[in-house]
């Protein structure tokens, strides 16, 4: 007996999927097969997003020693490449406490509502050509949908540790994840229109240019509001050790504070892997039919490098700053690439609707200019507003938005 | 696979309905917004089961991910959370208010003409979803069903253009009146 997957089914476009389903199937009967071969795919997943915590917290580590001057972990293995291993030894022995006072069941609950969505956002992601478990044709909308669920657990955290540091770590994180969340969903709407697809797959195809050179503007402001969405530096504020402790997860300890930790390594890796996707063209590049997953990972190491860079570079900001930057900066940023990006659209797009890559390329150039001019123009104006200290606590009410202490 | 649709449409349903009960009878406001959540996840799953993903992600993104979260800043914000909520006078018209909503849930229920769409074409509802943006090929449904012949986006700006704007007018003057509320006395 053999098992077919239907050709329009939503697993069928997945080659490892249906290869696992198919040999699993001529033994086992098919809704046994539809299991395993699911089971199996998931298991990669979940390993490849905890290796790929480890692994860049060593390469963090490691990298920002270089930044600073400085060694960084090497007594463990080559490189210290065994660091994590005696990381993770060191945590899972400790011994697990909870607050006195904590909501008990809310409070075990966080980690692992911290490491889900992570493990949920791969499950769309395509790591080399017919290779993402389900290619939902809503893919861009189900990751900011499902990364929308952190901040839940943000709050649970926050608010069942019980500890006023704790609280004030989680109300930091989610206003800045609430602020920074508008920029990036409209940077993200320009890619979606360029490639007429909300699908991933779709948007790697689509891209013959790399859409980081077609629209330069919305990569910035991906990249900034990612950042302040993953809690780093410099814009750490929910977890800055020299004021809360450690944010929302200061009562936390072994094993839980290990899941916390792989979640926040893990959101580095999983969200450099859907920029690369969505900017650097994901799989695509030379012999991308075998060598489909090493651009991937490239691509993917790339950005986690620029992340590393970025936080080693910068020094932390102020709550204010974080949410100045957010509000008066990367706000009309991301409202200048979609205006732009509308405009060229709908000019150089044929009868049929596509854009060819000279067409690409010309809006390239174009957002380019756009680019630097919209910088120059809101950095200049931002400047006047942040850095300026008044001896009396004033408010600025930016229309619409929000109101901002500016003291 | 009817069988594991069924499955699973009866997990959902115990969870939705179990969790939908716990909004209302925990005691503590924040565990109540957080069972809220989950009532709101299995309505998403339900949408899925529907094969309405887009409708399903923008449940998630919309109620899980803005609507629970301002609720728990709000709670976050009052206190003697744990305590619940007081009972006071306006609990009997709250009882009369939901038991009418409730009957005029099921009348809709019952009144709507139900018809399972076949697979091709179901496919085709997504793709009308999805691209909205290029707009979906006209009559992509074929004949016996009244399918939208556009994207949501060109019926958001054609069609239904008037109560859009109204409804994104009557947005702003919220966020003006909040910004109103929300500012101090003094300056």
Request: proline letters at 4%; charged letters at 10%.
């Amino acid at each position: 007996m053999s098992c077919q997957l239907a050709s329009d089914s939503i697993l069928y476009a997945n080659g490892i999927y249906r290869v696992v389903y198919e040999i699993v199937g001529v033994v086992l009967p098919c809704w046994v097969a539809y299991a395993i071969a699911g089971l199996v795919f998931a298991f990669i997943l979940v390993n490849a997003v905890l290796l790929g915590a480890a692994a860049i917290t060593w390469g963090e580590r490691r990298l920002l020693g270089r930044f600073q001057n400085r060694v960084g972990p090497n007594r463990w293995g080559p490189f210290g490449l065994f660091q994590p291993i005696a990381d993770l030894v060191k945590l899972l022995t400790k011994e697990d406490l909870r607050p006195d006072g904590s909501d008990r069941v809310v409070f075990s609950l966080v980690p692992v509502l911290m490491v889900a969505p992570l493990i949920l956002m791969t499950a769309v992601l395509p790591f080399a050509k017919n290779t993402a478990l389900a290619s939902l044709n809503v893919g861009v909308l189900y990751i900011l949908a499902v990364s929308s669920i952190t901040s839940v657990a943000i709050f649970m955290a926050g608010w069942s540790s019980n500890n006023r540091y704790a609280m004030f770590g989680a109300a930091r994180a989610v206003a800045v994840l609430i602020s920074y969340e508008i920029p990036v969903v409209l940077s993200l709407l320009g890619v979606v229109m360029v490639a007429a697809s909300m699908s991933l797959g779709t948007i790697v195809e689509a891209q013959a240019l790399p859409f980081f050179l077609v629209q330069p503007l919305a990569f910035f402001v991906f990249m900034a509001g990612m950042s302040a969405e993953l809690n780093r530096s410099p814009f750490d504020v929910a977890e800055a050790e020299s004021e809360i402790i450690a944010g929302y997860h200061t009562e936390y300890s072994g094993v839980r504070f290990a899941l916390i930790q792989a979640a926040e390594f893990g959101g580095v890796g999983v969200v450099a892997a859907i920029t690369a996707t969505l900017f650097l063209g994901g799989w695509s590049g030379p012999w991308s039919e075998y060598l489909g997953w090493l651009w991937f990972l490239i691509k993917t190491g790339i950005i986690v490098f620029l992340f590393i860079w970025f936080r080693a570079t910068y020094p932390r900001l102020r709550i204010d700053q974080i949410m100045a930057f957010s509000w008066k900066f990367l706000l009309p940023l991301a409202m200048v690439n979609l205006i732009a990006v509308t405009l060229e659209v709908f000019l150089l797009r044929g009868d049929d609707g596509v854009l060819t890559v000279t067409d690409l390329a010309i809006m390239g150039v174009v957002n380019l200019a756009v680019t630097v001019i919209a910088i120059a123009v809101f950095g200049n104006l931002i400047k006047e507003r942040v850095s300026f200290r008044t001896r009396q606590p004033q408010n600025v009410v930016v229309p619409g938005v929000s109101t901002i202490e500016v003291i | 696979m009817p069988l594991v649709q069924d499955l699973v449409f009866w997990i959902l349903s115990v969870v939705a309905i179990g969790a939908a009960l716990g909004v209302v009878l925990v005691k503590d406001l924040f565990r109540s917004a957080l069972l809220l959540a989950v009532v709101f996840i299995s309505v998403a799953g339900f949408f899925v089961l529907l094969s309405a993903e887009f409708l399903a992600v923008v449940q998630v993104l919309i109620y899980v991910g803005a609507i629970s979260v301002l609720f728990i800043f709000g709670i976050m914000l009052t206190r003697n959370v744990r305590e619940g909520n007081l009972p006071n006078r306006l609990q009997i018209p709250a009882v009369l208010c939901a038991s009418l909503l409730l009957v005029g849930m099921i009348a809709a229920a019952i009144n709507t003409d139900w018809r399972p769409i076949p697979n091709a074409a179901s496919q085709l509802v997504d793709s009308a979803q999805t691209q909205s943006v290029a707009g979906a090929p006209a009559g992509a449904l074929g004949s016996g069903y009244e399918a939208p012949e556009t994207g949501l986006a060109e019926l958001l700006i054609g069609d239904f253009v008037l109560p859009f704007e109204a409804v994104s007018l009557l947005l702003l003057a919220a966020l003006i009146g909040g910004l109103a509320l929300a500012r101090s006395r003094g300056s």
